[in-house]
């Protein structure tokens, strides 16, 4: 079954504890991208990545650091979580662009 | 400047009814333009892709309007499982870079 898989899917954590969601595709896409979504601001784009080795920022990337040494994982690190950060995340990968698959989310909450 | 712009809503409809969504995008060059429906902060999954000539699947069809620089999604004959938040996606500046409306939510009743 294709599908977009991130881990975990609930995450409460404190304020500093270095912290890693991991996303994993297995259709084969070249672009992956990540999202936060808070009530009031829709979706907002994290980072972005359009081959192996190859990131770049979005729109909110402050906080936020990733990787993609493997065309079907794209890990969001966040080496010190503040609660600001506190927010609904999604993964997503395309061949190329647009359309997007997403993950099922995770709900991350830092105290 | 807010690049993609709907109305927040709801729309509250009854069951059968026909409504419509409008969305406003601020960035000419736009090349791309979908819907996706979201249910309940669940992930978001495409509803369809919006075609210059506009385009239709059953009862949804969207519509595209360059000139005016807004797409629309007409619902007919509405049905309670379509409730749900509709987003309206335009690709941003950097190609694939795509841009999210904070999304139109549509309560459906019996």
């Known amino acids: 079954e294709a599908q977009v898989t991130q881990n975990p899917r609930y995450l409460i954590t404190v304020t500093g504890k270095k912290l890693t969601v991991t996303c994993s595709q297995n259709?084969?896409?070249?672009?992956m991208s990540w999202y936060r979504q808070d009530p009031g601001l829709g979706l907002r784009q994290i980072y972005y990545s359009m081959n192996v080795e190859v990131t770049d920022k979005g729109d909110v990337p402050e906080g936020y650091k990733v990787s993609r040494k493997e065309k079907r994982n794209f890990p969001l690190i966040l080496e010190s979580p503040s609660p600001n950060q506190t927010s609904l995340y999604f993964c997503?990968?395309?061949?190329?662009?647009?359309?997007?698959?997403f993950g099922n989310g995770t709900r991350l909450t830092v105290t | 400047r807010k690049e993609v712009e709907q109305d927040p809503g709801p729309f509250n409809v009854p069951e059968g009814a026909t409504v419509a969504f409008n969305c406003t995008y601020s960035?000419?060059?736009?090349?791309?333009f979908f819907w996706y429906r979201q249910d309940c902060r669940k992930e978001p999954k495409l509803l369809m892709s919006?075609?210059?000539s506009g385009n239709e699947d059953g009862r949804f069809t969207a519509q595209l309007n360059r000139a005016s620089q807004y797409i629309s999604l007409l619902i007919r004959d509405s049905k309670l499982s379509d409730s749900a938040t509709y987003l309206c996606?335009?690709?941003?500046?950097?190609?694939?870079?795509?841009?999210f409306g904070k999304g139109t939510t549509l309560s459906v009743s019996s």
């Open positions: 960035n000419s060059a736009s090349q791309s």
């Open positions: 259709m084969n896409h070249e672009y």
């Open positions: 997503a990968s395309s061949r190329s662009g647009p359309p997007l698959h």
């Open positions: 996606v335009v690709n941003g500046e950097a190609g694939t870079a795509l841009i």
């Open positions: 919006v075609y210059s």
